[in-house]
T-cell receptor
């Protein structure tokens, strides 16, 4: 069964450093998402992406964040200058045909900012 | 704005007991989708069920069942004969349209932590 993959599973970085979280969505999917979950809290929407541009972003997704689909398979989330409060689990998701298709979530990347 | 409320922060039951997790939602959309996800200690989100707003039939899958009531804006989840492996955080979610191209982000509740004791 196809699945969304994410790398790395755990990333530790120093405050102020740039990080790139990588996702490989399911191959025939067209819509891509990033969500964030601070430890012990709910999952929050960050951004959606379609046709090589951002479709919607939340208030959390400020100028420090960017997304890119650099090739036909990867979908990345970059945090330019990490802050302590960026420590969280980041989930990538994708869905395909049909706008109401269920989103398939990756296993997550745990980001720890020291 | 759309919202999902899971009022139960944590529930503890003894193995083999039945347990119901509550979910109440708010939306102005006439067409929407509701979901339940399980998050075990390993952290991934495991999809359990999707229900659209036009289908109020209850659903049963093994020990799991879901009760969707539009009149009360609730989508409750019952585990029958709970097992220790059911211990996890359970999230209810609502899909909301909003993107320029019609992307549908999910709005999650705060989750209910279920502890099943042996």
């Amino acid at each position: 069964e196809p699945e969304v993959t994410q790398t790395p599973s755990h990333q530790v970085t120093q405050m102020g450093q740039e990080v790139i979280l990588r996702c490989v969505p399911i191959s025939n999917h067209l819509y891509f998402y990033w969500y964030r979950q601070i430890l012990g809290q709910k999952v929050e929407f960050l951004v959606s992406f379609y046709n090589n541009e951002i479709s919607e972003k939340s208030e959390i997704f400020d100028d420090q964040f960017s997304v890119e689909r650099p090739d036909g398979s990867n979908f990345t989330l970059k945090i330019r200058s990490t802050k302590l409060e960026d420590s969280a689990m980041y989930f990538c998701a994708s869905n395909g045909k049909g706008l109401r298709d269920t989103q398939y979530f990756g296993p997550g990347t745990r980001l720890t900012v020291l | 704005a759309q919202k999902v409320t899971q009022a139960q922060t944590e529930i503890s039951v003894v193995e083999k007991e039945d347990v119901t997790l509550d979910c109440v939602y708010e939306t102005r959309d006439t067409t929407y989708y509701l979901f339940w996800y399980k998050q075990p200690p390993s952290g991934e989100l495991v999809f359990l069920i999707r229900r659209n707003s036009f289908d109020e039939q209850n659903e049963i899958s093994g020990r799991y069942s879901w009760n969707f009531q539009k009149s009360t804006s609730s989508f409750n989840f019952t585990i029958t004969a709970s097992q220790v492996v059911d211990s996890a955080v359970y999230f209810c979610a609502l899909s909301e349209a909003g993107g320029l191209s019609g992307t549908y982000k999910y709005i999650f509740g705060t989750g209910t932590r279920l502890k099943v004791l042996a």
